[in-house]
């Protein structure tokens, strides 16, 4: 099973950029959908973004579509998130997750194998 760390996150103003990585163990890496899941304080956590473990396919929840995009790159086991024109609603602890053979698109939280730790992005007005 591949454990999973984030890095990337902080504080930044509106409008600014952030790049999320997620770092993934062991060389399964490329056999999983890795996603994107972020929770606001007192929200439940939501799907951000996935990307299908087996071609290129990306999903994104409608909130950040046009400003966030998925990427990985297998050739290092990473996962990243570009998020750019960041509002203050995205302020959130972003964890990635990973689900063996997986396709882009959000199953239940419960059913993925691997979850990361969470890295907190916080944007200001």
């Known amino acids: 099973q591949v454990q999973l760390v984030e890095s990337g996150g902080g504080s930044v103003q509106t409008g600014d950029s952030l790049r999320l990585s997620c770092v993934g163990s062991?060389?399964?890496?490329?056999?999983?959908?890795m996603h994107w899941f972020r929770q606001a304080p007192g929200k439940v956590r939501e799907f951000v973004a996935g990307?299908?473990?087996?071609?290129?396919?990306?999903t994104y929840a409608d909130s950040v579509k046009g400003r966030y995009t998925i990427s990985r790159d297998n050739a290092v086991n990473t996962l990243y998130l570009q998020m750019n024109s960041l509002k203050p609603e995205d302020t959130a602890v972003y964890y990635c997750?990973?689900?063996?053979?997986?396709?882009?698109?959000?199953?239940?939280?419960?059913?993925?194998?691997?979850w990361g730790q969470g890295t907190q992005v916080t944007v200001s007005s």
């Open positions: 990307t299908a473990w087996s071609d290129s396919t990306t």
């Open positions: 997750a990973a689900r063996r053979f997986g396709g882009s698109y959000s199953y239940a939280q419960a059913s993925y194998d691997s």
């Open positions: 062991g060389t399964t890496f490329d056999t999983y959908a």
